[in-house]
């Protein structure tokens, strides 16, 4: 999206929000935040791993994070790099298992074990 343009969209003016804080930030760090820029863009490079599952790995890991602007720009990427709809619902999928999963090992461990602790001690 060229920088005169308008964003139409919600998702197109989150990126450019996205974009301008970066671009911010890199008069105040320049050195830092073009570090950041070279090391996640040598991330997404196809290698092993091609860049649509990079993609989705990011997407996945951005769901369970909560972290809305990483779901747009990964939802973009992943459509960029022509993930179909099914792939994206079996993304949303592997994260909503790894939330879960995750809630419910807490859960059946350490807040039992706390619960334990606390209600066998005396007040």
Known sequence: MDQMETPKNYFDQSILDYKEGMNHLKVKLPKMTQGFFDFS???????SIDEKTKQLLALAI???????YCIIYHSKGAAE???SE?????TIA??????GGATLSQGVTLTMD???HYANTKH
């Open 94 to 99: 592997v994260s909503a298992a790894l939330g």
């Open 62 to 68: 951005s769901i369970y994070a909560q972290d809305e």
């Open 86 to 90: 099914e792939e994206i619902m079996e």
């Open 81 to 83: 790099h022509n993930a």
């Open 41 to 47: 863009e040598s991330c997404f490079e196809a290698g």
């Open 114 to 116: 706390s619960y334990h």
